[in-house]
Structure formats: C-alpha cells, structure tokens
C-alpha cells in the first residue's frame, strides 16, 4: 500500500497540482477571512471562524472533484492501469493509498490554513474549542467527499465528467437538508426522516459549535468505509474483467 501512496504522493506533491489546489484553497479562506473581518465593528480581530468555515465549504466543493476526477480516470485513459491492475497489489491496497494520498493532500491544506488563527490570536481572541471542534468536523466532512469523488472517478474513464459528477453528488448532499425541509417532502415525514439522516450539514453545525457528537463522528466514517468498498468493489469488477 506504502508503494501506491508514495506513487500517488508524488504526482501531487512533484506537480504543481498539489501547490495550485492549496493556493486556491488558501485565496478562498483569505477571502473568506477579511470579509469577516471587514463586517466587524471592531478593530480586534474577535470573531469565530464557524462562518468562514460554512463559506469556505460552499466553494470547496468545486476543489474536491478537481482533487479526486484523477484517481482512476486518468489512469484509465493514459492506459496505466492495466500495470495497475496487474500488479501484486491488492484492490484494498490500491484504494486506500490512493484515498490515504489524497487525504494527505487535504491535510496539507488544512495545515497551511492555521495561519489565520495564529494571527487572529496573535491581535484578538480565539475561542479554541470552537475552533478546534470546526477543524475536526471540515476534516471529517472533506474525508467524505474525497471518498465520493474517488467513487464517481472509478466508474468512469473521462476525468471531466468525473468531476462534472462529483460536484452534483456533492452538492446535492450540501443541500440535501434543505430540501427534506421543502413543503412537498414535508408532506411525507418517513421519506423525510430517512432524506434528512443524510444531511452532512446539520452534523457540521454541531462541530462548528464546538461539540463532538458520537453519532456525527460515526456518521462521516461511515460514509467513507461504504464509499471506499463500493470503490473497492468497483475496481475488483474491472480487475477480473481483464482477466
């Protein structure tokens, strides 16, 4: 598994993909960060960072797809996947260093984020808990969707339309809160129950709030284990077709 996730490592971290991916990223959060900063009536930087957060995951999700439309498309497409899927490697090996090597690059991400606490800490004051708890729950909430972004990837060979996809899915879980709330679903309190036990964001405000719930943190790794074997199972399908 090491050998796929140094692989996959470095066709981020040897590109400049991995570099422009963070640099749109941190523009975002920079954005995010002084218009917080501009609405407020004081000259200490005073604020919580739930907002930002919230904001910044909107947005994020046009980066997931960008992160993730490459992990088995390309390969796919440039034909390195029948090495691929030739090798001693196992499927489960393949999956989780591809999925463990993207993750880093979130996690990378993240990591150059911290800069913006430090400095509002630095002049105001930052309530850490709260801060801390957002940090745990954007992590929880990009580890899902890099799972559902690789998914999409691995059920088609165009990386265009894997993205194209995956920001639909993702999007349409984003919101898939608001709409159990319309008046027609509401109508049916079953269907709305089970539409709204899918709901990421509610799970996210509790984090943002700064409480970490058991059922929330099981939710997300939940949804990443179904989302990684359905990948597994997708890509064992592709192996024994080949023969």
Request: glycine residues 4%; neutral net charge.
């Amino acid at each position: 598994m090491f050998s796929i996730y140094k692989k996959e490592l470095q066709s981020f971290f040897f590109t400049p993909f991995a570099y422009i991916l963070t640099a749109l990223f941190l523009f975002l959060y920079t954005y995010m960060f002084n218009t917080a900063i501009g609405n407020m009536n004081s000259s200490v930087f005073q604020f919580s960072f739930t907002d930002i957060f919230y904001n910044v995951i909107i947005f994020f999700i046009f980066l997931i797809p960008i992160m993730t439309m490459r992990s088995y498309a390309d390969e796919r497409k440039f034909g390195t996947e029948v090495l691929l899927m030739t090798s001693p490697v196992s499927v489960l090996k393949i999956v989780l260093g591809k999925y463990l090597a993207t993750l880093t690059v979130f996690l990378f991400m993240l990591a150059c984020s911290l800069i913006f606490p430090i400095v509002t800490a630095a002049n105001g004051e930052v309530v850490m808990s709260q801060l801390i708890c957002a940090y745990i729950g954007f992590f929880c909430w990009g580890a899902m969707y890099i799972a559902i972004g690789m998914l999409i990837s691995s059920f088609t060979e165009n990386s265009i339309i894997a993205a194209v996809l995956g920001e639909i899915v993702m999007f349409l879980f984003l919101f898939i809160d608001d709409f159990s709330q319309t008046g027609f679903i509401s109508q049916y309190p079953k269907l709305q129950s089970v539409l709204y036990s899918f709901a990421a964001q509610p799970r996210f405000a509790y984090f943002s709030q700064g409480f970490i719930r058991i059922s929330d943190i099981v939710f997300f790794i939940s949804a990443v284990v179904v989302c990684l074997a359905w990948n597994y199972l997708s890509i064992e399908k592709r192996r024994w077709n080949r023969g």
